[in-house]
C-alpha cells in the first residue's frame, strides 16, 4: 500500500527490463513479450519513498494449432472420434442434423496432442453434420468443419479369424475353426468350416498272409503258401528286405551244392554183389550157401 492517495512515479517490468511509465494510464508501448510464459510487474511509490506492485503471468504463442487427423468409428447410437493435433488442446465439437443449426456441443477439459472422445446418445441409422474447434494453452483458436457422418442401423459387421485347416478326414472333409473379430457384430461374410479334400490311405506296415492252395494234392494239404506284401513300404525298406530274401536263398543254394558233393561218412555203401557176402563173425549157427547154391 502507498502512504498517500496518488504515486507520484511508476514502472513496469517485462522480465528483462524496467519501463517508465504514467501512473494511472494504459500501458502500451515497450510490451515485448517472449514465447512461452510471461511475468509482468507494475510498481508504484508515493512521495515518502513506499514502493507497491502488482504482477500478472501468462502465456504467449503466436503458433496456430493445427488438427492433423480426424477418424471416427460409428455405432448405432455413437460414435468415437479420433484425432492428432499439432500441440495439446482442448477440442469442442459441435453437431446436429441440421447444417444450418448445429445445436449440440461436447467440449473437453485436459489437454491432449492426440485423443479419442466418444459422442452418444445420437439416433441409429441417421445423418449427422459436426464441426471442431481447437484451442491452445495460449488460447489460440482454429475451427475445422463442417464434416459429417452416419450412424449405423444397429448391426455392426466383422470379419473372422480362423484357424488353419485340419487334416483331411476319411470322409473326405477339413475342417477349422473361425472367431469374430469384434465379439458383438455379425459377419460380414460367413466363413466356411469345412470344405471337401482327397483323403490319402496311410502307409501300412509289411504284413504274411497266408491261403490255402487248392490245386495240391491230398499230400499237401497240410501246407502253407505265404506271400510278403511290400505295398506302402519305401524304397530302402523294400531293397533291405529283399537283399534278405537273396542272401537266404543263395546260402541254401550254397549248403545244397556242398551236401551233394560231401555225402555223410555214416551212409550205408551199396554192396558189390560180384564178391561174396561175409557175413560178421558174431553169428556162428547161421547156414552159408556156397556160390553155387
Not at 117 to 127: D, E, K, P, R
Request: include cysteine; glycine fraction near 6%; hydrophobic fraction near 30%.
Amino acid at each position: 500500500m502507498c502512504s498517500s492517495d496518488l504515486p507520484s512515479s511508476c514502472w513496469f517490468n517485462n522480465g528483462s527490463t524496467n519501463s517508465i511509465i504514467t501512473c494511472g494510464q494504459a500501458v502500451t508501448t515497450n510490451l515485448a513479450m517472449h514465447v512461452g510464459s510471461n511475468t509482468w510487474i507494475i510498481y508504484a511509490n508515493d512521495t515518502l519513498g513506499t514502493i507497491g506492485s502488482a504482477s500478472v503471468i501468462f502465456n504467449y504463442d503466436p503458433i496456430l494449432p493445427i488438427i492433423n487427423s480426424i477418424s471416427l468409428n460409428n455405432h448405432d447410437t455413437s460414435t468415437d472420434l479420433s484425432y492428432s493435433a499439432s500441440k495439446s488442446v482442448l477440442i469442442s465439437i459441435r453437431y446436429g442434423t441440421n447444417s444450418a443449426y448445429i445445436n449440440q456441443t461436447l467440449n473437453t477439459t485436459s489437454y491432449y496432442s492426440s485423443n479419442q472422445v466418444t459422442i452418444s446418445g445420437l439416433i441409429n441409422n441417421t445423418f449427422y453434420y459436426y464441426n471442431i474447434t481447437i484451442m491452445d494453452r495460449a488460447q489460440n483458436r482454429v475451427q475445422y468443419g463442417p464434416f459429417n457422418f452416419t450412424t449405423t442401423n444397429g448391426t455392426c459387421y466383422t470379419d473372422a479369424i480362423c484357424s488353419d485347416w485340419g487334416m483331411c478326414s476319411a470322409i473326405g472333409l477339413q475342417s477349422r475353426t473361425c472367431n469374430k473379430i469384434y465379439i458383438n457384430c455379425e459377419y460380414s461374410t460367413l466363413p466356411a468350416l469345412t470344405r471337401p479334400c482327397n483323403y490319402v490311405l496311410p502307409p501300412t506296415d509289411p504284413i504274411l498272409t497266408s491261403a490255402p492252395n487248392s490245386s495240391l494234392n491230398t499230400s499237401q494239404t497240410n501246407q502253407t503258401r505265404f506271400t510278403l506284401d511290400l505295398k506302402g513300404l519305401s524304397s530302402g525298406t523294400k531293397t533291405i528286405i529283399i537283399g534278405l530274401i537273396i542272401f537266404i536263398v543263395g546260402a541254401g543254394i550254397i549248403w545244397l551244392i556242398i551236401r551233394f558233393r560231401n555225402p555223410p561218412t555214416n551212409d550205408i555203401i551199396p554192396q558189390d554183389y560180384d564178391q561174396p557176402y561175409n557175413p560178421p563173425d558174431n553169428n556162428p549157427d547161421d547156414q552159408y550157401l556156397d556160390d553155387n547154391t
